[in-house]
T-cell receptor
């Protein structure tokens, strides 16, 4: 079993929809949680960064972390065709810089 | 300013050959990371440099893989006796290196194909 599980999709939604992306993890030592966006043939780009449990909002994006359930989410409001990409969750714990990634969810926003 | 750059963008080689992949980090970033991303998967950690030294090489799959960063800036990932299973996108990232919560900035990757 992988340390971080993520539904690969693809997830197809109409423009303007609210998108919910999720990851579960097994290692309770993870403290830092990130969401990266990756366009085709490009490197991952950091979207959101959260430390420990709680919510964080940035524009149309909201990240949630529930450490008790080992579950993290990314919500995208008013989705746009330009949001079409693969979304990767990533996490790490203190003392180790290496990121552990999920396998990514491919999102398609239809105009 | 310029982001992380990687060369070449694509590399095709034959099984058994030696390859070198180069990474130029963001200027001033002391930490540098290599990851490998197979098709349909997330990046997998290979090695992390702080300055010139490899602080964590626990992700290197075997002794065919080696990386250097001799002057604390540019890094080279070296793969000996390549195998078809080495085919993947090799991603480099850099960060300021100031703490545990460092943001890692990724380059576009080198797509390696081993025939």
């Amino acid at each position: 079993q992988k340390e971080v599980e993520q539904d690969p999709g693809p997830l197809s939604v109409p423009e303007g929809a609210i998108v919910s992306l999720n990851c579960t993890y097994s290692n309770s030592a993870f403290q830092y949680f990130m969401w990266y966006r990756q366009y085709s043939r490009k490197g991952p780009e950091l979207l959101m960064y959260t430390y420990s449990s709680g919510n964080k909002e940035d524009g149309r994006f909201t990240a949630q972390v529930d450490k008790s359930s080992k579950y993290i989410s990314l919500f995208i409001r008013d989705s746009q065709p330009s949001d079409s990409a693969t979304y990767l969750c990533a996490m790490s714990f203190g003392g180790r810089r290496a990121l552990t990634f999920g396998s990514g969810t491919r999102l398609q926003v239809q105009p | 300013g310029a982001g992380v750059s990687q060369t070449p963008s694509n590399k095709v080689t034959e099984k058994g050959k030696y390859v070198e992949l180069r990474c130029d980090p963001i200027s001033g970033h002391t930490a540098l990371y290599w990851y490998r991303q197979s098709l349909g998967q997330g990046p997998e950690f290979l090695i992390y440099f702080q300055g010139t030294g490899a602080a964590d090489d626990s992700g290197l799959p075997n002794d065919r893989f080696f990386a250097v960063r001799p002057e604390g800036s540019v890094s080279t990932l070296k793969i000996q006796r390549t195998e078809r299973g080495d085919s993947a996108v090799y991603l480099c990232a850099s960060s300021l290196g100031g703490g545990k919560a460092d943001t890692q900035y990724f380059g576009p990757g080198t797509r390696l194909t081993v025939l």
